[in-house]
């Protein structure tokens, strides 16, 4: 819950009525020579030498703590369950690569081995064919050679 309080400006004057004027303030230029700050406070400040990781750090105070709390619990739900499914997943492509050589390796062979077979017995069967085209009769003519004898 937000708690809202008022500060009252030391420049603005309220009037009974509710009307509030504001008074001028004088704005002295900056003067190097008056400044309050040493130069040893200006080395802490070094942009060459700072990091990426001073950087973050620096913002964590932009970011609340409720809402740090959200994205440290989010960014840890994902990063949870990104390496569940890559480890899942790896199991489960090694499931499946190893299955499919233990079933589809010998498959495969035992189709080869039958279409083999099917283009040997076609030719087998061009051949017969040639053949009584080649010489119509001739199991007739050996047929009667076996009868005679």
Same mark, same amino acid.
């Given at each position: 819950?937000?708690?809202?309080?008022?500060?009252?400006?030391?420049?603005?004057?309220?009037?009974?009525?509710?009307?509030?004027?504001?008074?001028?303030?004088?704005?002295?230029?900056?003067?190097?020579?008056?400044?309050?700050?040493?130069?040893?406070?200006?080395?802490?400040?070094?942009?060459?030498? #700072?990091?990426?990781?001073?950087?973050?750090?620096?913002?964590? +105070?932009?970011?609340? !703590?409720?809402?740090? /709390? @959200?994205?440290?619990?989010?960014?840890?739900?994902?990063?949870?369950?990104?390496?569940?499914?890559?480890?899942?997943?790896?199991?489960?492509?090694?499931?499946?690569?190893?299955?499919?050589?233990?079933?589809?390796?010998?498959?495969?062979?035992?189709?080869?081995?039958?279409?083999?077979?099917?283009?040997? #017995?076609?030719?087998?069967?061009?051949?017969?064919?040639?053949? +009584?085209?080649?010489? !119509?009769?001739?199991? /007739? @003519?050996?047929?009667?050679?076996?009868?005679?004898?």
């Amino acid at each position: 819950m937000v708690k809202l309080t008022q500060i009252d400006d030391e420049t603005q004057t309220v009037y009974p009525d509710g009307t509030t004027t504001i008074n001028k303030v004088e704005v002295n230029e900056y003067d190097e020579s008056d400044s309050e700050f040493s130069d040893d406070d200006e080395d802490d400040f070094d942009l060459a030498n #700072e990091t990426i990781y001073d950087r973050i750090v620096a913002l964590k +105070d932009i970011i609340s !703590p409720q809402q740090r /709390d @959200a994205i440290s619990k989010i960014a840890s739900t994902v990063s949870t369950y990104s390496s569940y499914i890559a480890s899942n997943s790896g199991k489960l492509l090694w499931g499946l690569t190893s299955s499919s050589l233990l079933l589809g390796v010998p498959l495969a062979l035992a189709i080869l081995s039958e279409t083999q077979l099917q283009e040997m #017995e076609k030719d087998m069967s061009l051949q017969k064919s040639a053949q +009584d085209v080649l010489a !119509p009769g001739s199991e /007739d @003519a050996f047929g009667e050679k076996k009868a005679i004898a």
